[in-house]
């Protein structure tokens, strides 16, 4: 038995970026392993915003199931699965709905951001509002007591805490309380100096070929104060310096340096940094490619991985059954 369940999860969006990657990647990389790790593809939680077009869903599951592995989520080591090939959160969801008075769900602070900011879209439905519960029943079908997610997770963990005293309370204590795991991720920033996002359309995908690298490095802003080469650069406030933090901690001081006595032009500086990037992400890439060519193998990973974690989720609602003598 190891120490630890690690349960963390996805929505489906396609195709992931270089910012995914450094921060949550990595880290589900390093989780497992050392713990017993579920990493879901939360194609139930992309219905709560986006259930009138579902057009692309299965597109995006399998471009974001072929990322996962081909930065290092390995199959092998941890259960990857679809959330809705396992039927059993559902049941969960429904069982703690019952207990989860309205008023916790109705003052969680990203449900109310989210109905303002999506104000173009109707989420003023019952299954946005139960978001939180059913990431929580997510998590807690596995007993896992560590979540690794963004800081802005941190409110849904916050409820699934308060949900599991609740139940533990009411019944007869089944669940340990989740506990998130926050690492300081790397921030990298967009194209442009913002976070990178796909609303922004600044990012970089992990899948990306080696033109749209140099493409997109090629237009990254750099420091304004920069006219000529000779000028020195202020490689903190530099978009491009970013990149390097994150891609190559060995050239860092040699490119502080060389831009800080105005050694180097902007354009050599991304020249050399693009081609980093592609050096660093030849392997991701080489390994996309052999997934893209074995469709097969992408559905088979998912299968065996809902075998899985259906096992240990009925193992857990049968608890819950009988806790609750349904
Ligand atoms: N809500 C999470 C997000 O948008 C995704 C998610 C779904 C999740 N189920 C989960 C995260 C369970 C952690 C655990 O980032
Ligand atoms: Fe940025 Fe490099 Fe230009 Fe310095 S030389 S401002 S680090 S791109």
Request: hydrophobic content about 35%; proline content about 5%; overall charge neutral.
């Amino acid at each position: 038995m190891k120490d630890h369940t690690v349960m963390s999860g996805m929505r489906p969006t396609g195709r992931l970026h270089m910012g995914n990657m450094l921060g949550a990647l990595m880290n589900w990389v390093k989780l497992q392993e050392e713990y017993e790790c579920y990493f879901s593809i939360a194609d139930w939680h992309a219905l709560t915003t986006g259930y009138e077009s579902t057009e692309q869903i299965n597109e995006n599951i399998k471009q974001m199931t072929i990322d996962w592995i081909s930065v290092g989520i390995d199959p092998e080591k941890c259960t990857i699965f679809r959330q809705s090939h396992v039927k059993q959160h559902a049941e969960l969801h429904l069982l703690l709905s019952m207990l989860t008075p309205l008023s916790w769900l109705e003052r969680c602070p990203t449900y109310k951001e989210q109905l303002k900011q999506l104000d173009g879209k109707d989420i003023n439905t019952y299954g946005f509002l139960g978001y939180p519960v059913l990431m929580t029943s997510d998590i807690l079908i596995y007993k896992a007591d560590r979540v690794p997610v963004g800081e802005d997770q941190e409110p849904h963990l916050e409820l699934a805490r308060e949900i599991v005293r609740r139940f533990n309370y009411l019944y007869t204590p089944v669940f340990p309380e989740p506990e998130g795991i926050h690492t300081k991720v790397k921030v990298l920033p967009g194209v442009d100096g913002r976070k990178m996002s796909k609303s922004y359309g600044n990012l970089i995908e992990i899948s990306a070929t080696p033109e749209t690298i140099r493409q997109k490095v090629g237009v990254m802003v750099t420091d304004p104060a920069r006219v000529r080469k000779s000028d020195p650069g202020h490689p903190d406030v530099c978009n491009v310096y970013a990149f390097y933090k994150a891609f190559g901690e060995k050239q860092l001081e040699e490119v502080r340096e060389a831009c800080e006595k105005g050694l180097i032009g902007c354009v050599e500086c991304k020249k050399n940094l693009a081609k980093l990037i592609i050096e660093k992400t030849k392997p991701i890439r080489e390994k996309r490619k052999a997934l893209e060519n074995n469709p097969k193998l992408i559905d088979d990973v998912l299968e065996d991985g809902a075998m899985r974690a259906t096992k240990i989720a009925e193992q857990t609602l049968e608890e819950v059954r009988s806790a609750m003598k349904i």
